[in-house]
């Protein structure tokens, strides 16, 4: 975590006039989205750089070399460079474009796994996963004869690490786990957690879905091995994401998907591959979406992630004592000053989706459901919350009103 | 839509008072499944004598208008020949609950027929009224 101190006051109330979707209503009133963590909004300059793209320089990377697929190559390149700073990479080397977390996460457990997990190895998961870091696991683990293992999280909804080191015991190859909760909003000690595994002989694996957006991630502070995120959790547009990895293993890793542009040679019977990344990008890439993803990191680098980090959690700390002061309603996660920018709640008595149609009614967006997360919220022993999250556009007005909208939902099941 | 309309008396009486609630012994059909998108879980009972509902019961865990639609929908095929049971559509049971509803919450509404026709059945049906998206 970049832990430097903001250098002046953002003025977000000017920063949520970038987003054209706040200039529509819902159910006839002005928007209030707290479902950032499903995925963002996108200001304005993305929009425009994804249109200037198609209209000015929309051509094929790496194969043209006629002017516009020069600019057009470029500027996809220099996209990578941004997000190696982004994370703190050694080299832009170290990044790898991808569909998003998911795919990044996949990448790893296919190219990576199938050459180094076997029969008898073991995967060390945890029990607060989002399911994209669950099922490429347990394919693999499947395929390959491997079992699964999972630490813990306590009753205050943290990882319990107390039997970690019994945990890394035997052949344990890679410990994948989540940097910042999806539904619990509790950030992991990673870097402890990778020290650890590390010593044991195991690499570690980051889903980095919320942790980049909302905190800033340094991989060589962390020393992960992997790390996985999203662009359009983070004002980019869908379908484009990143995976970290030190170079060593993406040098070693075998491709995981054949096609144009990953190749050095082909013949009919074998081929050999391009240097990495360019290696793991098979096929004509997301150009218009990483472009603009650029310049949704532009946009956030000028706000700057501590103060990101320090807005959404002020905004979480207000919900937690918003939600505290009503009635049978139960938030799940560790205490406040420990929560990153996401709160899940039940109300007693009334499930999850009938609060969200009743907060929708009232203009604001909220995810119902298990969010993706079906394994924690059994240990958790409910079939589903309700999750308020947020990011650079919302408002301490939005808390107040989803306050004001759940005290409302606990009224209409009164009667 | 407004949410008084949405949350019709109705359907909050069936959801706080939902009918044929329980599980039946050695019911002839039973059938259970549950909605990815939400975690909601069914389960119908069935008792059959010549050919007829002659008991049902419900259970599970659910929103309002899962629950609801499950209540109301159980109300609706006692006494019924199977034959008549299979003839239920999604638009009866849209009509019973008296709501619009968007693709999403479609599910919820939608779940316990689907249940109950896979029961009936014996084997997955595609989505009631699938066909006539």
């Known amino acids: 975590m970049k832990a430097l101190a903001p250098e002046r006051r953002v003025d977000f109330a000017a920063i949520r006039r970038d987003f054209p979707i706040f200039e529509q209503k819902a159910h006839g009133k002005p928007l209030i989205y707290l479902d950032s963590t499903a995925t963002t909004q996108k200001p304005r300059v993305v929009l425009e750089t994804l249109d200037r793209y198609y209209r000015t320089i929309n051509s094929n990377i790496h194969r043209g070399v006629y002017a516009i697929a020069e600019e057009a190559t470029g500027q996809y390149e220099a996209v990578r460079g941004k997000i190696a700073r982004l994370v703190n990479a050694r080299s832009a080397h170290e990044i790898v474009f991808t569909r998003g977390t998911t795919e990044s996460i996949n990448l790893v457990a296919n190219a990576w796994g199938r050459k180094n997990i076997g029969a008898g190895d073991v995967i060390l998961l945890t029990e607060m996963e989002h399911h994209s870091n669950l099922v490429p696991w347990q ?3 499947e395929e390959r004869g491997a079992t699964i293992r999972t630490i813990p999280i306590d009753g205050q909804g943290r990882l319990d690490l107390s039997g970690l080191d019994r945990l890394l015991e035997g052949r344990v190859r890679i410990v994948s786990l989540t940097h910042m909760s999806n539904v619990l909003g509790t950030i992991n000690p990673v870097a402890e957690i990778t020290r650890r595994a590390h010593r044991a002989g195991a690499l570690v694996c980051v889903d980095a879905a919320q942790s980049v957006p909302h905190l800033g991630v340094d991989v060589r502070e962390l020393d992960c091995d992997f790390l996985a995120f999203s662009g359009h959790k983070m004002l980019g547009p869908t379908g484009i994401g990143a995976l970290y990895a030190k170079r060593a293993h993406l040098e070693a890793m075998p491709p995981f998907l054949g096609g144009g542009e990953m190749i050095r040679q082909v013949t009919l019977t074998g081929s050999s591959w391009n240097d990495v990344p360019w290696k793991f990008e098979a096929g004509t890439m997301n150009i218009a979406d990483t472009i603009a993803f650029g310049a949704a990191l532009d946009y956030l680098e000028a706000i700057g992630y501590a103060a990101i980090a320090e807005h959404t959690h002020a905004l979480a700390a207000r919900t937690m004592a918003a939600l505290a002061g009503i ?19 039940a109300l007693e008595d009334i499930h999850a989706h009938d609060v969200a149609t009743v907060l929708d009614h009232e203009g604001i967006a909220v995810r119902a459901g298990h969010h993706c997360a079906m394994p924690l919220h059994e240990k958790l022993g409910v079939a589903a919350t309700t999750r308020a999250s947020f990011y650079v556009y919302n408002l301490p007005s939005d808390v107040d009103a989803l306050e004001e909208g759940v005290r409302k939902a606990k009224q209409i099941f009164r009667r | 839509m407004s949410l008084d309309d949405f949350y019709r008396q109705t359907i909050l009486d069936h959801y706080q008072n939902p009918r044929n609630w329980g599980t039946l012994e050695e019911p002839d059909i039973t059938a259970q499944d549950s909605n ?82 896979v029961g009936i059945y014996g084997v997955q049906q595609s989505w009631p009224g699938e066909e006539e998206e």
Request: proline share 5%; hydrophobic share 40%; glycine share 10%.
């Open chain 1, 139 to 141: 394919l693999i683990a």
């Open chain 2, 36 to 117: 990815p998108l939400c975690g909601d879980e069914i389960r119908i009972d069935l008792k059959v004598k010549e050919g007829r509902v002659e008991a049902v019961r419900f259970s599970g865990k659910g929103c309002s208008i899962s629950r609801a639609a499950a209540s109301m929908l159980t109300e609706a095929i006692e006494g019924k020949t199977i034959e008549e049971v299979k003839q239920i559509t999604r638009d009866d049971v849209l009509d019973m609950l008296g709501i619009e509803l968007g693709p999403v919450r479609l599910k919820c509404a939608l779940l316990a027929l689907k249940t109950l026709k």
């Open chain 1, 327 to 345: 009635p049978g309603v139960v938030v799940y996660g560790p205490p406040a000053e420990e929560h990153g920018g996401i709160v899940s709640f």
